[in-house]
């Protein structure tokens, strides 16, 4: 098969899929009446449009370490340039989980990635797999040195995180001008194929239980808790406990390296895990094992969707066990109903990939045409998120001067095999969440004339994915994504995340993941702030003024109101106070951190799909 040289963006609508062109020209002017490289992603965008200016960002190069340059240096600010920027961790720290896992044996010219992520780089098996630990850019933040969660400068304890969440991050709404709800929901799709934490256990294995029967705090919170408790005076929630275990780490597997890495479930690769499944198991039992495809269950009129969970009410929030309850590579599938109708687009595009494939190549066997046909699919995925969603998080400009936009032509020969494509900490506990604000707490199902017929409430389905397959709601609900104006990128949050998330039929209360986005950096060791300053080139503050240049004064005086330093800060809360860099929805770390993950993500990755003199190569 000859190189794919113009992708096509994916809108899959009933069993059809429409196909636009959509080539990248990052590279050089862009050419009159070429059909808009984001449409997908921006609602009523003018063909003449000046979101994507600017990007300011410095003349720095990225590195792993000062005696291994890459060929073509990016100018990510300051991640890997030693000289403008402190705190960059050494190679042989960043990878200093490798030593918890066994090192897989490797066949150097299979033209297709495991299943697990791993071989994908050959000097460094584990890198990116499934199953084994995130990786840090950043010196860990513990307390003790190995996982007890940092305190403040004074020795006290941080302030409740909660308490911070009330008062800096609230609800309003304010709606994105250009970007519609697929930026968050493509978002999620990435976030769910690239990490995955495990919950902390119980000492005879089973779920872990943080708060008492009647949800007050135990008077001894149970070891593997985060210490979340709801101040007296909290403005809404009735309950005084959010049960919330830590994430497990290296310790829980019997390594003890210190400080702890967090064990990662998913591979950290953009590879349609959520899709194929991250381990052999979950990828049979999702395979029929006949001309390539993947399994479904018919829907009405005959259409495919995903295939049932044996017993629906142990996954999903439904009263019989035959209710549409979906099965899928990743586990978090049905957490609402716009995750599953992406997973099933997804699937139909494989089995749709497969069909033709057979038509072209009748002689290929079953095994052929589902790894084809899923090679194929990830390339797509990757060039949808590279010309696509990246410029549209990131900045057009930006991800230009970095590298990350798809070549227009020709085979791109960077890959870097020193360079670790794992999943860091920095991103998955605090920079990608900053997201969040983009949820809006309602879904639009919308019409094929383009007007809202109903909108759901997002904490009324959760866990109920049954709302899919509803008269024509898989339809609506991808019209809906289309037209529906995202939440825009700020401090405030529907209550629907910040009261209400997962809130089961019987219950009032739900978890706060503002609160829980808070107390997941200092569960993983993230430091402060201020470190994050110094890692992407900007001063260290020494006082709450210094924050001004980044952070308006009305959010820096309620940063000073909550805490004791400004080397207390949590990076988290105040990078989402950040004034955002021109063309991008983050302000200047946030920026920094996520462009620096899907910088790896690319070049760190031996099959990305532009990638030639590789086995993989198309």
């Given at each position: 098969m000859?190189?794919?040289?113009?992708?096509?963006?994916?809108?899959?609508?009933?069993?059809?899929?429409?196909?636009?062109?959509?080539?990248?020209?990052?590279?050089?002017?862009?050419?009159?009446?070429?059909p808009e490289p984001h449409s997908i992603f921006i609602k009523n965008t003018p063909k003449k449009n000046n979101f994507f200016r600017g990007g300011g960002?410095?003349?720095?190069t990225m590195r792993d370490e000062p005696a291994v340059l890459d060929p073509k240096p990016a100018k990510i600010p300051s991640l890997m340039n030693t000289s403008n920027a402190f705190g960059m961790l050494k190679p042989i720290e960043i990878d200093l989980a490798d030593r918890c896992f066994p090192?897989?044996?490797?066949?150097?010219?299979?033209?297709?990635?495991?299943?697990?992520?791993?071989?994908?780089?050959?000097?460094?098996?584990?890198?990116?797999?499934?199953?084994?630990?995130?990786t840090?850019?950043?010196?860990?933040?513990?307390?003790?040195?190995?996982?007890?969660?940092?305190?403040?400068?004074?020795?006290?304890?941080?302030?409740?995180?909660?308490?911070?969440?009330?008062?800096?991050?609230?609800?309003?709404d304010k709606p994105a001008p250009e970007h519609n709800v697929l930026v968050t929901q493509f978002g999620q799709m990435i976030a769910h194929d690239t990490e995955l934490a495990f919950?902390?256990?119980?000492?005879?294995?089973?779920?872990?239980?943080?708060?008492?029967?009647?949800?007050?705090?135990?008077?001894?919170?149970?070891?593997?808790?985060?210490?979340?408790?709801?101040?007296?005076d909290d403005p809404g929630s009735k309950k005084r406990c959010m049960s919330i275990p830590r994430a497990a780490d290296t310790s829980d597997i019997g390594c003890q390296i210190q400080p702890v890495r967090q064990l990662i479930g998913v591979t950290s690769f953009i590879d349609g895990s959520a899709l194929y499944g991250s381990d052999d198991v979950t990828s049979r039992s999702l395979r029929t094992f006949n001309n390539g495809k993947l399994k479904i269950q018919s829907g009405p009129n005959g259409k495919s969707y995903l295939p049932n969970v044996?017993?629906?009410?142990?996954?999903?929030?439904?009263?019989?066990?035959?209710?549409?309850?979906?099965?899928?590579?990743?586990?978090?599938?049905?957490?609402?109903?716009?995750?599953?109708?992406?997973?099933?687009?997804?699937?139909?595009?494989?089995?749709?990939?497969?069909?033709?494939?057979?038509?072209?190549?009748?002689?290929?066997?079953?095994?052929?045409?589902?790894?084809?046909?899923?090679?194929?699919?990830?390339?797509?995925?990757?060039?949808?998120t590279y010309n696509e969603f990246v410029p549209v998080i990131l900045g057009r400009d930006y991800s230009r001067e970095n590298r990350l936009l798809p070549l227009s032509q020709g085979f791109d020969n960077n890959y870097n095999e020193i360079l670790n494509p794992t999943t860091f900490t920095s991103f998955t506990a605090a920079a990608y969440r900053a997201l969040h604000s983009y949820i809006q707490g309602s879904m639009d199902l919308v019409s094929e004339s383009r007007k809202t017929t109903s909108?759901?409430?997002?904490?009324?389905?959760?866990?109920?994915?049954?709302?899919?397959?509803?008269?024509?709601?898989?339809?609506?609900?991808?019209?809906?994504?289309?037209?529906?104006?995202?939440?825009?990128?700020?401090?405030?949050?529907?209550?629907?995340?910040?009261?209400?998330?997962?809130?089961?039929?019987?219950?009032?209360?739900g978890v706060d993941l503002i609160t829980l986005d808070l107390e997941r950096g200092r569960d993983f060791g993230e430091p402060s702030y201020n470190k994050f300053r110094q890692l992407c080139g900007l001063k260290a503050a020494k006082?709450?003024?210094?924050?001004?240049?980044?952070?308006?004064?009305?959010?820096?005086?309620?940063?000073?109101?909550?805490?004791?330093?400004?080397?207390?800060?949590?990076?988290?809360?105040?990078?989402?106070?950040?004034?955002?860099?021109?063309?991008?929805?983050?302000?200047?770390?946030?920026?920094?951190?996520?462009?620096?993950?899907?910088?790896?993500?690319?070049?760190?990755?031996?099959?990305?799909?532009?990638?030639?003199?590789?086995?993989?190569?198309?």
């Open positions: 000859k190189r794919i040289i113009v992708l096509l963006s994916l809108v899959c609508v009933s069993n059809t899929c429409t196909f636009h062109e959509n080539e990248e020209t990052g590279l050089k002017p862009v050419k009159k009446n070429q960002t410095q003349n720095l090192q897989p044996k490797c066949n150097p010219i299979l033209p297709f990635r495991t299943i697990d992520g791993s071989c994908n780089n050959l000097q460094f098996p584990v890198w990116g797999q499934a199953n084994t630990a995130n840090r850019i950043i010196e860990a933040n513990y307390f003790d040195g190995k996982s007890q969660q940092r305190k403040a400068i004074s020795g006290r304890e941080l302030p409740n995180s909660r308490h911070i969440r009330t008062k800096l991050f609230l609800d309003m919950p902390k256990l119980s000492g005879n294995g089973g779920k872990l239980e943080c708060c008492n029967l009647d949800g007050t705090t135990p008077r001894f919170l149970p070891k593997g808790c985060l210490p979340i408790t709801i101040p007296q044996k017993k629906s009410t142990q996954s999903c929030n439904v009263l019989t066990d035959n209710t549409v309850c979906y099965t899928s590579g990743d586990p978090r599938v049905n957490q609402h109903p716009n995750m599953a109708v992406n997973t099933i687009s997804l699937l139909r595009l494989h089995n749709i990939i497969c069909d033709e494939f057979k038509r072209l190549n009748p002689a290929w066997n079953d095994e052929k045409l589902y790894q084809e046909a899923r090679r194929l699919l990830i390339a797509m995925y990757q060039h949808i909108t759901l409430r997002l904490s009324d389905v959760f866990l109920r994915p049954d709302i899919v397959q509803n008269k024509d709601n898989y339809d609506s609900l991808i019209r809906g994504m289309l037209t529906q104006h995202a939440q825009g990128q700020d401090q405030f949050f529907t209550t629907e995340i910040t009261e209400f998330l997962f809130k089961t039929p019987n219950k009032t209360d006082t709450f003024s210094d924050l001004t240049d980044q952070i308006s004064k009305k959010n820096v005086d309620a940063l000073a109101s909550i805490y004791e330093h400004v080397d207390d800060i949590d990076y988290y809360a105040a990078a989402t106070l950040e004034k955002q860099k021109p063309g991008s929805i983050f302000g200047h770390t946030f920026q920094c951190i996520i462009g620096e993950m899907f910088f790896r993500w690319k070049f760190g990755d031996r099959f990305y799909y532009e990638f030639g003199n590789q086995p993989s190569s198309f």
